[in-house]
């Protein structure tokens, strides 16, 4: 999904907090491209991992995933 890396990543969406499913609908209407949760969930975590993008858990339950671009200025 280099997708992520090459669009999403340099574009100014990610700087504030979003949760898969808005990550999804904003693929899907900004870039045409649609993921499912889990192929983008996946590619998401690999980011965080990596130091890319950080991740908040939402409601403290491990449900909901908030995702940002990590302060670092870490770019792929």
Do not use: P, W
């Not at 992520?4 to 904003?26: M, N, P, Q, Y």
């Not at 899907?28 to 590619?43: C, D, G, I, P, V």
């Amino acid at each position: 999904m280099n997708f992520l890396r090459t669009e999403l990543l340099r574009s100014k969406f990610l700087k504030d907090e979003h949760d898969v499913g808005e990550i999804r609908k904003h693929c899907k209407e900004t870039y045409q491209r649609s993921f499912t949760s889990k192929a983008l969930s996946a590619q998401l975590l690999r980011l965080v991992e990596e130091g890319t993008l950080l991740r908040r858990d939402k409601f403290g339950n491990g449900s909901v995933y908030l995702y940002k671009l990590a302060t670092n200025g870490k770019r792929h």
